[in-house]
Each structure stands twice: as C-alpha cells, then as structure tokens.
C-alpha cells in the first residue's frame, strides 16, 4: 500500500502475444528458404547497370519489361569469361537464387553468363555437327582435290560485302590472268540459307568454275549462322566442283568448314590457297629459259662436233655403190656354185636313199620270209618225226617192263588174287573162316566160292 492509501493491483496472466523475430533472424530464414527452394536456375533479360569494382566482382541488375533482379558475379567466376558484358547486352546466366542478408536485397549469385541464344545455337551446331559427321560428310576420302592451276575461279558472296573486294584483291595480285565469276547471295538473315543454296547450285549448272570459295567476311554467330544450317551443310558436300569455305574470321568456325573440300581462316586466304603466284611463277620462268638456253647452246656444241665427225666419215656414194655391186657380183656366184654343190649331193643322197629302198623292199623281205618259213618247217618235221621216234621206243620199252612187273602176268602162270567179302587181300588163310565169301582174280576173271576148310600153314607144314 502506498502513501494515499492506494494499491497497485497485479495481473496473474502472462503476456500471449507471438514472438517477433529479429530483422537477422528474418533475413536468415528468408535466405535459407531461398536457397534450398532454388538450387541453380537459367535466367534470360537485358544487362543493366553493370560495375565492376577494384576487387574485381561484378555487379549488375537483369531486367526484363516488368521485373528486374540484382545480380553478383564474383572474381573467382568472371575471370574465364572473354567478352566483357556491356550496358543493354541481352544475357543468360546460370547461378544460385539468394537474399543478401546486410540489405535484404533478393539477388541472384551468378556462375556463368553467356550472350542470350547463344547456347542454343551452340547446341544446335553440336547437333548437326554430330549427325553429319556420323554420315560421313567430314571425311577426307569423299572430298575433291584443289586444282593447283584453276583456269576459273566462281565465287558464292554477297556483292558488296569485304569478302569479294579481299578476294579480287588477292587474285589481281597473285595471277589476274585466271577469270572469276560471282554468283551473289545473302550472307546474313533467315533468307540467307536458301540464297546461298540456290547460288551453289547456278554455279554448277553455269559449269566454268574448277574451284568454288563459299564464305564471306566476319561477324558474329548470329551473323554467320546461315553457314552453320544444314540445307548450305548438305548442298556444299553435293556439289561438283572442289569447294573452299571461308567464313569470317580464323576464330571462326562453321559446319560449312568442315563439309567443304578445304577449309581457308579468311577469303583472303582462300584466294592465296587456290591461286599461283604469277610472280614466282615468272621467276621459275626466267630461271628455266636460262637453262633452256644453255642447254640449247651445249647441245647445239655437241651436235656440232658430231656432225663434222660425221662428215670426215662420209664417203662418195658412186664408189659405195660400185663395192655394193662387185659385192653383189661376188655373192651371186657364190651362191650359184653353194647351189650346184647342193644339188650333186642332194643327187648322191637319192642315189643312196634308193639303194636302201632296194634293200629294204617289201617284195625282197617278204621273198626271204618264204624261204625262211620253208626251212623252218622242214626243220620243224624233221624234229617232230625224231622225237615220236625216240618217244615209241620209250613206250615200248616201260610197256615191256610194264608187262613184267604186271600182276597179270603172274596170274597168266596160274596164280590168283583172293579177297575176302569186303574185298580186302587175303595174305594168311586164317583171316577167312568157314562159310566166308571169297573172291579170286584169275588171268581171264574172277570166281566167287564159299570157304569150306581153313588150315594154316603149321597144320599143312608149309
């Protein structure tokens, strides 16, 4: 209680209105919510106020017609990139969306900025690249050889352009003598490729040109785009004539590069590629006709000496037909004398050769062969008749000894052969019995007989 009595009354309840969070606290969460919502975004708009301090970051803003954002791109990330953006320049960039905590500013932290269309015409050139590579339209074995001497010189330009003034430059320099057609064409626009395609295809139907330069001179991708299209790739690789691509500048490079036949930095170059130097040329000249000349003049020396060679050796021509003639006459006699020689051999050869024949006649031979076989079959007789002589009185002598040895003799002094029924010969009486059946061969039979008796030759005492 206080002086006057009065006292402060104290309220129970606690204050329930939400935390406030701090501006640090607010900004935190901002960035966080940010960073993990947007991890790495493609932005597209118009470059505006762009500064780069001494540390070396940059600092931009990328607008569009409504929006815009504030961009930072930081030393260690801008010190690859080559051109140096400027004030208007319309851009993509590549980076991490984020809240710049000091100010609360919405930003974006950029990681690469390139020209806006830029990548997807790179891809596009990629693309194409790819595709006609894998058929082929790159290799060296399909692309035609670059006359060393090109009698005509087509060119496929625009007519005003820097590239055809470059080209005409070289070419009254190097050798005016060789004719140049123009066949003009856009370089540049969306009717750019089928002007250059068309401007191709009058240069094969015209037919003059040995050589044809495609090209024109710098610019940008976007300016040179047209020699990066397919339809100008495709007409190039189909045309007849040996081709030259020179487009823009040597840091330039186009699908029309690789397709040509050859590939030249500059039209300029292109020129001095394909044409001689009449300068040098001249000089090769003089130096030739200096060594025709001394050539000439040896040979002419060489000639010279043979000639009086020659004539020192030279005879009169009545006098060698003179020894022509006696030497005809020579051989003709020669010859008339090899042939009598000839002909009394051949002669003395018939004679011998007719000698032979008679000595070899059919009629002779066959004369002898008679007499021959006569002699031979007497011969043959007397023989035969001999040995049947000697055979008869061999015969008659084994008949003779025959008949001696004969059993049958003996039988013709009263003997007999006697066998028993099976017709075995009985030698000892006691292999027969009483009542066997016997046989005896006589002289003039054989008579059958029943043994009555046996005795041996102990019981006859024989």
Known sequence: MDNDGVRPVTSSLQDTRPRALSVSELNHQARHLLESSFMQVWVEGELSGFSRPSSGHWYFSLKDRKCQIRCAMFRGMNQHIRTLPKEGDQVRIRGKVTLYENRGDF?????HIEPAGLGELQQAF???????????LFDNARKKTIPSLPGHIGVVTSPTGAAIHDILTVLARRCPAIPVTLYPTAVQGKAATADIVRAIERAQAHGAADVLIIGRGGGSLEDLWCFNEEAVARAIAACKIPTVSAVGHEVDVTIADFVADLRAPTPSAAAEKISPDQSAWLKQLRERELRLFSAAGVALKRFGTQLGHLTARLRDPRRELLEKNQRLDELELRLEKAIRQRLSTVAVRGDHLEQRLAMQSPQRRLSQSRDLVARTSERLV??????????????????????????LATLGRG???????????????????????????VARGEVTARVISVKSSQETGR
């Open 415 to 441: 003997y007999a052969i006697v066998k028993d029924g099976d017709g075995n010969i009985v030698r000892e009486a006691v292999t027969v019995s009483p009542g066997n059946i016997i046989s005896a061969q």
């Open 382 to 407: 007397a023989a035969m008749q001999r040995g049947l002589s000697y055979r008869q009185e061999k015969l008659e002598h084994a008949a003779q000894t025959l008949n001696i040895m004969s059993p």
């Open 107 to 111: 930003q974006i932290i950029v990681e």
């Open 126 to 136: 990629d693309a194409l690249k790819r595709k006609l590579l894998a058929e082929g």
